[in-house]
C-alpha cells in the first residue's frame, strides 16, 4: 500500500506559478512511476505529467514547456513546477503512482489539491 499526500495547490494569477508536492509513504525507488493528472469541472481525468524509476518523463502537449517534474528521492517526493499558467490550466490535480509486483499491477491515488488561475 502507498498512501500520496499532496501539497502546494491555491489560487495565482495567470502567468504565475506553482509548486506542487507529492510524499509517497513508501520509497519512490521502489515504485515504477509517478505522475500527476487533473481534471477540470465536466471534463475526464487527464495526464499532466509522469516520470519513471529510471528518470523518463513524459509531458501532455499542453504543459510542454512551462510544467516540469522532477523527483527527490531522499525525500520520498514528486513536485510539479508549473509556470506561465493559464487559465485552463486550472483543475484538481492528482498525484498517481503505478507499480508492479510480477503480473500484478497497483495504482495509488492521492486525494487531490486544486489550483484555480485567475485570467
Known amino acids: 500500500q502507498v498512501q500520496l499526500v499532496e501539497s502546494g495547490g491555491g489560487l495565482v494569477q495567470a502567468g504565475g506559478s506553482l509548486r506542487l508536492s507529492c510524499a509517497s509513504s513508501?520509497?519512490?525507488?521502489?515504485?515504477?512511476?509517478m505522475g500527476w493528472y487533473r481534471q477540470a469541472p465536466g471534463a475526464r481525468r487527464e495526464l499532466v505529467a509522469a516520470?519513471?524509476?529510471?528518470?523518463?518523463?513524459n509531458y501532455a502537449d499542453s504543459v510542454k514547456g512551462r510544467f516540469t517534474i522532477f523527483r527527490d528521492n531522499a525525500k520520498n517526493t514528486v513536485y510539479l513546477q508549473m509556470n506561465s499558467l493559464k487559465p485552463d490550466d486550472t483543475a484538481v490535480y492528482y498525484c498517481?503512482?503505478?507499480?508492479?509486483?510480477?503480473?500484478?499491477?497497483?495504482?495509488?491515488w492521492g486525494q487531490g489539491t486544486q489550483v484555480t488561475v485567475s485570467s
Open positions: 498517481h503512482a503505478h507499480s508492479r509486483n510480477g503480473m500484478i499491477e497497483y495504482n495509488y
Open positions: 513508501r520509497n519512490i525507488f521502489s515504485i515504477d512511476a
Open positions: 516520470i519513471t524509476s529510471g528518470d523518463s518523463t
